[in-house]
């Protein structure tokens, strides 16, 4: 047993000599590398037409069932293509309206354009630019 195992320590400590000079950990041309990313974080703000839940939070009711924790948020690049997907967060009633607001976050979104649309629900696009995407706000709605 001793001898496969002096064995073994001598392959291992020579498997690092020889060849043309030290082993590199750097990236070569042509190896694959993670792309370069951002978050989208924002809000959808539902001016009317939510409900107040039982236990805290809202979600929209009165045509707007489809906004509540869990509606998909999609980002598509310039392109048109679906780049990032995201949820909405849990809604909390704005104090002092009959509002709802949900905040969410999408992650990976790839960088290098100019323009990106942000989309809720399938409720239609809005545009922002990376610079912007620490700040989204939306609305859906009006006031009665």
Do not use: H, W
């Amino acid at each position: 047993m001793r001898r496969r195992l002096a064995a073994a320590a001598a392959v291992l400590a020579l498997a690092g000599c020889g060849g043309d000079g030290p082993v590199s950990a750097e990236p070569t041309a042509g190896t694959a590398t993670e792309p370069e990313t951002f978050t989208a974080r924002g809000t959808l703000t539902l001016v009317y037409g939510a409900t107040e839940l039982d236990g805290g939070g809202c979600e929209g009711d009165e045509g707007y069932d489809d906004l509540r924790a869990g509606a998909t948020v999609t980002v598509t690049d310039s392109s048109g293509d679906k780049v990032a997907l995201g949820n909405l967060r849990r809604g909390e009633v704005v104090k002092g309206t009959y509002s709802c607001e949900f905040p969410f976050v999408v992650e990976d979104v790839p960088t290098g354009d100019a323009v990106y649309s942000v989309e809720v629900a399938g409720r239609g696009e809005v545009d922002f630019a990376e610079a912007q995407a620490d700040r989204i706000a939306l609305s859906v709605g009006q006031g009665p």
